[in-house]
């Protein structure tokens, strides 16, 4: 059992948040990109659970790493996605494209606010990197204007919550074993069928440690 994640949501509104968001990210990430120089926590890396792991919040879990650093780390569960459609999230309105799509379960902290991940070939405006083709929001209007007018060859997936740690805790957790770490691609983020994922990420994450 590890500790309820210590960082808080943002409780900006509109540009506000987001550009609250993208400061986050740009304070916690260190210099030089950890996913390309090994595996380190770093966005663009996946955490893995490891079968001793017991908070149901986090079992058999895939978590997509936005930032890491001295301040702490935050991420996204990207293979739990919940009965709710997306829709719920934006007033039920219910004629915007992809609105009938599931709403993932992001993490345990700030449960009700929302973060989408997108693929695109270029950058949106307003979006942050987080690996390549991928990009995270959590500006509504952003939000919107993607589940509107993404073409057919890019992807938008919607989170609630996200996963945070404070400084340090993330790393010992992996010291301790809680954690195996995979870079992450496009195609593993928003693959179909998220319920294989979990035990095909451990299988290849056992064999390398082997």
Not at 87 to 93: L, Q
Not at 158 to 177: D, K, P, S, T
Request: positive net charge; glycine residues 12%; aromatic residues 8%.
């Amino acid at each position: 059992m590890f500790p309820r994640p210590r960082l808080r949501p943002c409780a900006f509104p509109g540009r506000k948040r987001l550009l609250v968001l993208f400061l986050l990210l740009q304070a916690l990430l260190p210099a030089g990109s950890p996913a390309q120089d090994g595996l380190q926590p770093g966005p663009g890396v996946l955490l893995v659970a490891g079968t001793q792991i017991g908070d149901p919040r986090f079992m058999e879990s895939v978590i997509l790493l936005l930032s890491a650093g001295p301040g702490g780390s935050m991420g996204l569960i990207i293979n739990k996605p919940t009965a709710t459609k997306v829709s719920s999230g934006f007033g039920g309105i219910g004629s915007i494209s992809r609105g009938g799509n599931p709403l993932f379960y992001g993490g345990p902290v700030g449960e009700h606010e929302l973060l989408m991940l997108r693929r695109a070939d270029r950058a949106p405006s307003d979006w942050a990197a987080v690996v390549d083709r991928v990009f995270v929001t959590n500006s509504r209007m952003a939000m919107m204007d993607a589940l509107m007018t993404a073409r057919t060859d890019e992807a938008v997936r919607v989170y609630a919550g996200y996963a945070g740690w404070g400084a340090g805790q993330l790393e010992r957790e992996i010291r301790r074993g809680d954690w195996y770490l995979l870079p992450a691609d496009a195609a593993l983020i928003f693959r179909r069928d998220m319920t294989k994922l979990w035990p095909e990420l451990f299988r290849k994450s056992r064999e390398i440690v082997l």
